[in-house]
């Protein structure tokens, strides 16, 4: 089943902050994060394995409440080369990698 | 290191005709593959995944018969678009994992935009 993602695009300046939420209706295995720019293929983020687990990279990072069915993006301090659309994929247990609806991100000057 | 490999990048091809898209894994080896259709600004769509050595798991809605999957080695899958229409103009995405890493990314390759004429 899909999972959801919110909010489904959201402009900011260079510097601003963004949250991006995914959350499923079905008990959750892993939860990935993609981005991907206009005509190039989805480029991998991060994993997130474990209920309670956080991890980044740069100014990137993500949160995974397993209780909740639910994950969120972080990006702070956001950069031009942020933009794109970003996707998450949720797992339940041995089940092929489904993907949200993506949430648009542009940053301007 | 996992690079996949997608060939071609574009192809345009007439009603009615077949088009082969090859999707590689080029330093891992990937029982599993899967093939992902995205339409313009919308979500990737699964439509079936790939197993080596073994019949191909389509999702729903998608016809087994029009999307021909054949994943004859550990680092090969093609994905066969038989009698192409227009409406199946797309952007089609492989993406594979890591045989026996069950928790590791899915690594995709640049996708091939069918369009069909």
């Known amino acids: 089943q899909q999972p959801v993602q919110s909010p489904q695009a959201v402009i900011l300046r260079e510097g601003e902050d963004a949250v991006i939420n995914c959350s499923s209706s079905k008990a959750l295995y892993s939860v990935h994060w993609y981005r991907q720019k206009h005509g190039e293929a989805p480029v991998f983020l991060m994993i997130l394995l474990k209920g309670g687990e956080q991890k980044g990279h740069d100014k990137i990072s993500a949160s995974f409440n397993e209780k909740k069915q639910q994950s969120s993006l972080y990006l702070t301090a956001s950069q031009l080369s942020y933009s794109g659309t970003y996707f998450c994929g949720t797992q339940g247990g041995n089940t092929p990698l489904v993907f949200g609806k993506g949430t648009r991100l542009s940053v301007i000057a | 290191g996992a690079v996949v490999s997608q060939h071609p990048s574009w192809v345009i091809c007439k009603s009615g005709t077949s088009v082969k898209i090859e999707c590689r894994s080029l330093?891992?080896?990937?029982?599993?593959m899967f093939w992902y259709r995205q339409f313009p600004k919308q979500s990737l769509m699964l439509m079936a995944t790939s197993n080596e050595g073994s019949k191909a798991t389509y999702e729903q809605g998608v016809e087994k018969d029009k999307f021909l999957i054949n994943h004859a080695s550990l680092t090969l899958s093609t994905l066969t678009v038989t009698s192409a229409h227009p409406e199946d103009s797309s952007f089609y995405i492989c993406?594979?994992?890591?045989?026996?890493?069950?928790?590791?990314?899915?690594?995709f390759g640049n996708g091939t935009r069918l369009t069909v004429t």
């Open positions: 330093d891992f080896q990937a029982t599993t």
């Open positions: 993406s594979a994992r890591r045989t026996g890493w069950d928790n590791s990314p899915l690594h």
